[in-house]
């Protein structure tokens, strides 16, 4: 059964995200209709993954969710809430900096340059473009937006992972002599995610073009990226 499930039908059985609940294996499993067994297990994996907390008291198991169980709920909400509003073309809007990346972006891009071809119609520029997201942003949730995938393939002897590209539109108010004035500039480019590895609080960006010397960026620029949802 999903974590965000089990997380709801928990969380449907308190008054606030600060609340606890106390409740037994065999209460937790006739409201799953699972075996005991199979709940004990469900409640093992949400505290291994740090989704909620438990303490064992007289009245069986007293159980309160984490801040990582609660940001869960959250998205899960937000989620239904755009599908019921029906908001198709919503749009959503994150904002960070420019930061320096640590040389692998070149590279990386140089070995998927091929497939983001196939796959995107264009040639990148080889570099990414780095962002790091504004402290109220870390930990966007892309799971919302339609990414176009390059699967996983060999090239010299060395397998490459894959890899979520999400269209995006870069924006930067345009700059004379490093001084904003006034008019955003808006750039389309893709949000590249590893499905290995990602940072939370930083976003890569591919582009035809280097971003930064056509847009003038620097270390530190503040820049939005809007995406489309759904």
């Known amino acids: 059964m999903n974590s965000k499930i089990i997380l709801y039908e928990i969380a449907q059985r308190m008054k606030s995200v600060d609340d606890r609940i106390s409740i037994s294996s065999m209460?937790?499993?006739e409201l799953l209709d699972v075996s005991q067994q199979t709940a004990s297990r469900y409640l093992k994996n949400l505290e291994h993954e740090n989704l909620i907390k438990r303490k064992i008291g007289a009245r069986g198991q007293e159980i309160e969710l984490t801040g990582i169980g609660i940001k869960i709920l959250n998205e899960f909400y937000l989620n239904l809430r755009d599908?019921?509003?029906?908001?198709?073309d919503k749009k959503e809007?994150?904002?960070?900096?420019?930061?320096?990346?640590?040389g692998e972006g070149a590279y990386y891009v140089k070995e998927y340059c091929g497939k983001i071809n196939e796959k995107l119609n264009f040639m990148p520029f080889e570099g990414t473009l780095n962002i790091k997201l504004n402290e109220n942003f870390v930990g966007f949730n892309f799971?919302?937006?339609?990414?176009?995938?390059?699967d996983v393939f060999k090239k010299g002897g060395r397998t490459f992972g894959k890899v979520k590209c999400?269209?995006?539109?870069l924006m930067v108010k345009g700059k004379k002599n490093e001084k904003e004035i006034g008019k955003e500039i808006k750039e389309n480019c893709f949000i590249i995610i590893p499905e290995r590895t990602h940072h939370e609080d930083v976003v890569e960006i591919i582009s035809e073009f280097n971003l930064?010397?056509?847009?003038?960026?620097?270390e530190g620029s503040r820049v939005r990226v809007e995406l489309?949802?759904?």
């Open 27 to 29: 209460q937790f499993a």
């Open 83 to 88: 599908f019921f509003e029906n908001k198709k």
């Open 93 to 102: 809007i994150f904002e960070g900096r420019v930061i320096k990346g640590i």
């Open 143 to 150: 799971d919302r937006f339609v990414p176009v995938f390059i």
């Open 166 to 169: 999400i269209p995006a539109k």
């Open 212 to 218: 930064r010397e056509k847009l003038g960026l620097f």
């Open 228 to 230: 489309n949802g759904f």
